[in-house]
């Protein structure tokens, strides 16, 4: 186990390379099940998360290899099969659905379950493989899906309670790849990530129109073959280090950065005062904290909205923001575990459901406090920075699963961050 030990009150300046998505990772390597040639996945970010994903494809049969950033997957014989021991610790295999089922017309995951930031459902994960002609049976918590005749494009409107739905488009999309026929996809999600797997798709020989808006149309083929593919920037880590900036900075730069994935992160620091420049290309950012912030109010969307999954980042930033700024999860509506972690450290937070409701204090104190899950992790980082004293965050691995060498990153533009092993018990 280990712990991060901030020092707050650095400023922080310098510059930093953005590592690439996870959340455009964890799909495309799964959809790398879809072809028995070989494919290679470059800047595929060294967290957890990705790891846990190819020991699991490697589980399964593929072989793996791993360097620097560079992946490379031959997935020749694999198993339908993935079982508790391998998916329990991350919800996000869910998206082994779509590959196994188009690649062998059957597949065993066990359920997620759900996790802190809310009730995880599969429903849509369901209709979507129904959808295609698949017969779905869950049975001591493991999906059993199986098409014996095969997968037929359908019309699917996947749209559910709570909007689109982001690894249900990707599952149907892999699904529907090596479908007979056509499927159209209505109220698909519209998120960069979405998009990265239908252009890695395409490379390999799918056919997809309309990624990236709510219609996305594909028309089966035959076979895929092999590709080699470079994923997107992590829009999310971009974001967050963005939010780092204008609570403790005084000029950082990040690069690797895609100025169309951060329009909605962007608009809200600028509302608040904070100076946001990026180059001619849009892969280079500046970031100059305002002299005198003001207050913000978010309310989580699909994209283009502002990311749920940046939400907790900036109630950190409110947190010593003067005035009173509102932070509305229509997405995670119990995504709030960070709040009282950052009361524990004079954040002045009210919490009702769904909402946030935050006051600006003139300053934060460091202390120890737990992390819960990984943006929520993320955002006491953040407010460590920002605060007077020392602050020990506990649970490392949750921020380990989605961010890059984020204590070294951090260390490089002026913070005073170390990772220790941790002696309290989890
Ligand atoms: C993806 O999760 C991301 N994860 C999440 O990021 C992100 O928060 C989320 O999209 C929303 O943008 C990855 O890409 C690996 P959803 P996903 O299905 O696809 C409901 C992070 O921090 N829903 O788009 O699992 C669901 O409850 C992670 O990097 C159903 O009702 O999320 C939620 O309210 C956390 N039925 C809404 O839809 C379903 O069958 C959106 O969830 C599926 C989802």
Redesign the pocket.
């Known amino acids: 186990m280990e712990k991060l030990v901030v020092h707050g009150g650095c400023t922080l300046r310098g510059t930093v390379n953005i590592s690439g998505s ?2 455009a990772s ?2 495309i390597l799964a959809a790398a099940l879809l072809t028995d040639e070989p494919v290679v996945v470059r800047r595929v970010p060294d967290v957890s ?1 990705t790891n846990y994903m190819l020991q699991i494809l490697g589980q399964l049969g593929a072989s793996v290899e791993r360097y620097s950033g560079i992946v490379r997957i031959v997935a020749k014989e694999i198993d339908s099969v993935a079982t508790y021991e391998q998916v329990r610790k991350m ?2 295999s ?2 082994l659905m779509g590959p196994l089922l188009a690649r062998k017309l059957e597949c065993h995951i066990p359920l997620p379950g759900g ?1 802190v ?11 979507a493989a129904e959808a295609l002609g698949a017969k779905v049976e869950i049975a001591s918590g493991v999906l059993k899906i199986a098409a014996p005749n095969g997968l037929k494009g359908a019309n699917v409107e996947l749209r ?11 599952n149907l999309m892999m699904a529907a790849v090596l479908a007979k026929g056509t499927t159209v996809i209505d109220s698909a ?1 519209c ?1 960069p ?1 979405v998009v990265d797997l239908a252009h890695f798709l395409t490379s390999m020989g799918a056919k997809i129109e309309g990624a990236g808006t709510s219609r996305i149309v594909i028309q089966g083929v035959e076979k895929l073959h092999s590709t080699d593919h470079t994923v997107i920037p992590d829009r ?1 880590e971009a974001g967050t280090f963005m939010a780092a900036a204008a609570m403790a900075g005084d000029g950082v730069t990040l690069r690797r950065v895609c100025r169309e994935h951060l329009t909605a992160v962007t608009r809200l620091l600028e509302e608040c005062g904070h100076t946001i420049c990026f180059n001619k290309e849009g892969d280079v950012v500046t970031i100059v904290a305002a002299k005198n912030p003001t207050s913000g109010k978010i309310v989580t969307a ?2 283009p909205g502002f ?3 940046m939400q907790a980042q900036m109630t950190a930033l409110f947190a010593t923001t003067p005035g009173i700024s509102v932070v509305k999860d229509t ?2 509506p119990q995504r709030f575990m960070h709040c009282s972690e950052l009361k524990r450290m004079g954040a002045d937070i009210k919490v009702d459901n769904g909402r946030a409701v935050i006051t600006g204090v003139k300053k934060l104190s460091g202390a120890p406090v737990m992390a819960s ?3 929520a992790s993320a955002a006491l980082v953040l407010a460590a920075l920002k605060a007077e004293g020392t602050t020990e965050i506990h649970r490392l691995y949750h921020i380990d699963r ?1 961010y890059e060498m984020i204590d070294e990153k951090l260390l490089s533009i002026g913070a005073a961050i170390e990772r220790k092993p941790d002696d309290e018990e989890d």
Do not use: Q, S
């Not at 930031?117 to 209709?127: S, T």
């Open positions: 996870k959340n964890l799909p998360d919800r996000a869910i998206c996790c930031i809310g009730d995880r459902p599969v429903d849509l994960h369901i209709r559910g309670d709570n909007g689109p739905t982001v690894l249900g488009t990707d999600a998120e990530e999310i699909p994209y990311p749920t999954d997405i995670f899950d990984l943006r989605g």
